[in-house]
């Protein structure tokens, strides 16, 4: 598929950080990276400057080598910098959390010290809904809310964990420890898709040796040097540096 095959119609939805264009074919929609920043329910809000560039093109290698490893997900193509074409998904409202070291959320919850090791991965369930901020939910909250069937959580468990498999010793390899991230999956006809995107912007990413962070913690936390960190991720996962576009 190229840019030159799939034309962009109208928006059908813009979020915190990517619009969703209609094309001319009713299967596949375009996704727009944007520079755009939010942080804790879009309460914290700014700019990096070459984030949308970053995440798509890190998201679009993530996307293939999860392919080639047999996990299915909406990516079709790499239509331009900051343009990806995918499948239409009618996305499950349900955000899963894949936490292989102690960060954020989970720290205050548990009162354990941040960078701890989690000897098994830990999956979670959020409601993706930004006016209730997203809360934590179990399986009997899903059922309750009509948000998945048993047999779809259960393959979003499943494949959770098997793109966690596949990604920490990729990212290892590149001297980047993922810590934590969050997985959107969809439907599409009769099979479940990996969608969204996987990013700084959705992973918790630190450097291997020095457990620098190279994510969206340095947005959120005020730490400076958000936009070196992004082109970091971007230099060791897609090689090279990211074009200003």
Known sequence: MSAATVEPR??????????VYATNRPDVVIQYFKDDA???NALKRGTI?????????????????LERAGVATHYLATLSDREMACRKLDIIKIE????????????????????????????ELYYKSDPLGDPMINED????????????????????????AILRPYLRRRSLLLVDFKLEFGRHGRRLYLGDEISPDTCRLWDARTKERLDKDRFRRDLGG????????YRRVVGGKPSAA
């Open 10 to 19: 109208e928006k059908l939805y813009e979020g915190k950080a990517k619009i």
């Open 49 to 65: 400057v070459g984030k949308g560039v970053v995440n798509n093109h890190v998201s679009a290698t993530m996307f293939q080598r």
């Open 141 to 164: 909250h899903v059922r309750m809310l009509g948000l998945a069937t048993p047999a779809e959580i259960g393959w979003c468990r499943r494949a959770a964990l098997k793109i966690n």
């Open 96 to 123: 899963t959390i894949v936490r292989n070291v102690v960060a954020g959320s989970l720290a205050k919850r548990t009162g354990l010290p941040e960078g701890a090791p989690i000897k098994r991965p830990i999956v």
């Open 226 to 233: 958000v936009e070196d960190a992004y082109q970091e991720v």
């Open 38 to 40: 939010t942080a804790f």
